[in-house]
């Protein structure tokens, strides 16, 4: 009997993905390109590739599911605005194309054949969390939780490898590049309130090889850089240029992106956006 493999990919954060692939044998991969929070799923604050084997009665339970899935997807074919985001499942024999893809927008009320999919889909995903292969966690804070005006903001930024195999992502600091992969996102809070305002204080920083200077680790000078399972690597992030905030508290984000090819000669490389909360700070008049 030839071996089969089912596919579900689904749009998260607006900036990546979530695919998740299972073999007939149970061999499970995810592939995490943006924040998972999204989705339900705990927000590690990593990108980067998860495997796992789960029971082949499980992996034949989602093939029923994705087939009867993949169904229901293809009697909604009406035309689409650009820029929709798409569910996507496939079916097909190892080795080959999928010989049945099901694609339907996010935006539509989802049949019950796909719900029951989705709700078997997520504890998978949830539990293949737990193993990563190769993956890139961000880490960061403010360095001070109190900035007097007309100070600049200055953040710590720690890159780990979580896997058990090397990982190799774009280099933040490549030298043959004057802008960086990072860029920070200021959004103030609103009084007395949890939730982010919309303010015209909300400034969205993008920063350059030079706002960025390495504290520990590894130094690289090409476009890459790799860490192995349990090394890290520490940035200094300073702007080093006066941002007008007025006093409040504020919460500040920095989004990495990633753009690595995974090929034979960079096996272990990731693409995707890391969403790393640096916490808050009080921006305080003279």
Known sequence: MDSWYITYERPIGGVGSALLSI????SSLLEISGPVSSIGLPDKQEIGEYRAIIPTEMANSLKSMTLAAIREANKHNEPQLPGTPFLQMGY?????APDSLGVIPLSVQMPAEITQLQNAILPVMKKLLEYPSNAL?????????ILPSGKDLELICEFSSTGTDPVIFENPLNPGSGNSTMELWIEKIADNKEHISVDDDDVIIPLTVQQISLLSGLKSDSSACEL???QKIKFLIRPRRTVYMSSGQYSVVIRYKSNVEDNLSEAGGISGTLRISAGKFTVKQK
């Not at 097909?92 to 080959?96: A, L, M, P």
């Not at 966690?137 to 939780?145: E, L, R, W």
């Open 23 to 26: 073999t007939s044998d149970g």
């Open 137 to 145: 966690h961000g880490n960061a804070q403010c360095k001070s939780d």
């Open 228 to 230: 192995k399972p349990g």
């Open 92 to 96: 097909g024999i190892d080795g080959n």
